[in-house]
């Protein structure tokens, strides 16, 4: 698969480890057991984080040996049948997956697994069920700010306001209390949150579950915004295959075949 890359010529998505069928790139049918690399050009990566492993309650194998490799000032969407692993592999990005042997390094800075909550800061997951803490609207924008290891000060307001009324939630009082907000809103909320939070990598799962034509539209077009600063990227789920389709990258997670099967 390849699509025309920001140096003005092709950028393609490979594979690399494993047999050399395993290594040949097969269109759409994404990676089973081998490190799924995604190359800007021959410029460095943005982010870069692996490999990573995942298996399901039963033991069967959703991705081995799998390592991200995202370009700055890009939206790439991660793709992949039901049952893949996609929020799995979300998960053990950001760090939120005890996951060992793991190196991981956005921005030129690495972090290693005691440096967690410092990575965690940097590449940040909008959840797919966006939770949120018991309290107010307000509680729950600031709360990253209020992190001791946060080390910023209150958000900016003009901001603030900027992103609640793009994502259609400007009508909403910050006194409200969170459990009278719709699942829709619930979700606008935690990608408002998120991008307010602006760390280089966004991660969202699934952020415009719940959500009308119209809201998804300006909740995508808040995503493509952000990944496009310099310094920035996005890496998410999404199961809208319009929007899927605007995105800068597409990156393919397959179901890993099983052992003894044909």
Do not use: Y
Not at 156 to 171: F, I, M, Q, S, V
Not at 179 to 199: Q, V, Y
């Amino acid at each position: 698969q390849s699509r025309s890359g920001p140096c003005g010529r092709d950028a393609r998505t490979t594979l690399r480890g494993g047999s050399r069928d395993q290594r040949r790139l097969r269109g759409c049918d994404g990676i089973q057991n081998s490190s799924f690399i995604i190359h800007n050009c021959g410029m460095a990566p943005f982010l870069a984080a692996g490999p990573f492993n995942a298996s399901d309650g039963e033991g069967r194998v959703l991705f081995s040996d799998v390592t991200l490799e995202l370009a700055e000032s890009e939206l790439t969407v991660l793709d992949g049948p039901s049952g893949s692993g996609k929020s799995t592999l979300l998960r053990q990005l950001v760090g939120l997956v005890p996951t060992a042997g793991i190196a991981r390094e956005v921005a030129g800075e690495r972090c290693t697994e005691m440096q967690l909550p410092r990575w965690r800061s940097m590449v940040t997951l909008a959840a797919q069920d966006a939770p949120m803490l018991a309290g107010t609207v307000g509680d729950n924008l600031r709360f990253p700010f209020r992190q001791r290891c946060a080390g910023r000060g209150e958000p900016d307001e003009t901001r603030l306001g900027g992103l609640l009324e793009a994502a259609g939630l400007a009508g909403i009082p910050e006194d409200r209390e969170i459990g009278t907000l719709s699942g829709g809103e619930r979700h606008r909320l935690a990608l408002g949150r998120g991008l307010l939070w602006d760390p280089p990598v966004l991660v969202a799962d699934e952020p415009l579950s719940g959500l009308d034509e119209d809201r998804s539209a300006a909740c995508f077009s808040l995503l493509l915004d952000f990944a496009h600063r310099p310094g920035h990227a996005v890496l998410c789920v999404l199961h809208d295959r319009s929007l899927a389709a605007a995105a800068d990258r597409r990156m393919p997670l397959a179901i890993a075949p099983q052992e003894g099967s044909s």
